[in-house]
């Protein structure tokens, strides 16, 4: 592995954002619009409920630690198309780039999108809500772990997907977040899920992450069994992205499939 060649991964992506501007819209202007959604349905249910207890902190903060799985997907997944788009990718296959150190070099440059995009909702929360993520404390670090793990694994599951079916299964690098979200109780325990999924969602990583999440807002202690299970299912649940999209590379060079991007 060299470090080199991962920076070099790592420039050329900060190049494409740099010079195109509409590629800031998912570290920037989403991240915006899904505070002031979540926030504003918040402040509207605590309006208009008798209950002591807002759940505008839970829709907020479920929001964003959500986006840290999400950056770290969209990141490793569009990584990748950028090479499809460009029409890059048989370029990138004849390089000395091996196949880990580019994954390497678009998830790291996943993580200063995660920064980036922490930081708008970070100012958008507090300045329309008054919600501080410090109030959590420390206990972020290892749920922000967990939630970065499972998107790199969801993003590099999607490359297998792309390479073995084509640029038409590039929808499930967006879709994919969405049925994260939905498994994994982002604003709600997994038991209120109709009960077919609820097991589904109980294996998920990421539910243990944002049971986590839950625990820290109503005041207690960070659950060390949940943190334990979220970080052992993120390492299976990597490998496993790992052993899929490795089988499907040599599927897609076997059968030549590089054609349909070049």
Known sequence: MSWHRIRVVVRRHAYVLWRAPHRWFDIGFWPLMDIILWGSLGTYVARNTTSATSGTPYLIA???MFHILFQSQIAVGTGFLEETW???LLNVLTTPVTEFEYLAGTAAFGLFKVLFALATLSITAFGFFRFELSSIGWSILPIALILTIVGWSAGIANIGIVLRFGQG?????WGSNFILMAFSGVFNPVDALPGALQPIARILPSTH???ALRAVLDGNPLPGNEIALGVIG???MLLAGFAFTAWMLHVFRRRGFVTRFS
């Open 62 to 64: 479920g929001i964003m």
């Open 86 to 88: 460009s029409r890059n």
């Open 209 to 211: 992450a944002f049971n």
């Open 234 to 236: 993120a390492f299976v």
């Open 169 to 173: 299964a590039e929808i499930l690098i």
